[in-house]
């Protein structure tokens, strides 16, 4: 879940307690679906931990690994009518293109936002916007490299289709990428979210691709970087 502001009141924390605060900020914590595969590594360390080289190995690897499935903590903009980034990563394409076909959305082109997420971005999905979840269609794919244009129609997907409360909806695709062999999406239809919380993962190098109504305003430009849960990608008319 995004963390949400300290409210104005609650006492301010000194001594240890501040230092644990800010080690707790400077230091993300770990998303649960990274756990095994820290834990295996470590496993590993502490079984050879006679052994130097293998000792070493089996932390670096750890090191690695939790780094990947970090999850900081984001406060999204309390502005109204925005849209958020789902994922970190850098802007592919800003254009338009008809939603995924599974959806059942219909052929009309829709403006389109695609981040492409290096395996060094933080891998976790943000809700873009504050919704109840209409559908979710997973649909099985190739695995070609998720910053190559033609990613968003052939590789491996899961589509969520969130509408606000005025009755607008926004569709955001998990694309799995050349790496990536698995898509996690934790939330399922009925669910009610709050703009930037935490809804799925992708495993790997991936892509994340928003679809608006016709008519929104798009912000921002191919190159740009967003941060998942608050750079804002448009505004809704």
């Keep these: 879940m995004a963390r949400r502001p300290t409210p104005p009141g609650t ?63 984001r406060v999204p903009p309390n502005r109204s009518g925005v849209v958020v980034a789902p994922a970190d990563g850098q802007i592919a394409l800003v254009d338009k293109a008809a939603p995924p076909a599974e959806l059942n959305l219909g052929t009309e082109e829709l403006p389109r936002v695609s981040i492409f997420l290096s395996v060094l971005d933080v891998h976790v999905q943000r809700t873009p916007v504050s919704g109840t979840v209409r559908d979710i269609a997973y649909r099985r794919g190739q695995f070609r490299s998720a910053d190559l244009p033609e990613a968003s129609a052939v590789n491996e997907r899961n589509s969520m289709v969130l509408e606000t409360a005025s009755g607008e909806l926004i569709t955001v695709v998990q694309i799995a990428g050349l790496l990536a062999r698995r898509i996690v999406c934790d939330v399922t239809v009925g669910d009610g979210l709050i703009i930037g919380d935490t809804y799925g993962l992708i495993r790997f190098g991936s892509r994340v691709d928003t679809y608006f109504p016709a008519g929104t305003r798009l912000l921002v430009e191919p190159g740009q970087r967003t941060i998942g849960g608050e750079t804002v990608l448009a505004e809704l008319s």
């Design 11 to 73: 006492p301010e924390r000194t001594g240890l307690g501040h230092v644990a605060d800010l080690v707790r900020d400077a230091i993300p914590p770990l998303h649960p679906a990274g756990l095994p595969f820290v834990a295996a590594p470590l496993a590993v360390a502490l079984v050879g931990r006679k052994r130097t080289w293998v000792r070493r190995a089996g932390l670096t690897a750890a090191a690695a690994t939790a780094a990947f499935f970090r999850h900081p903590n």
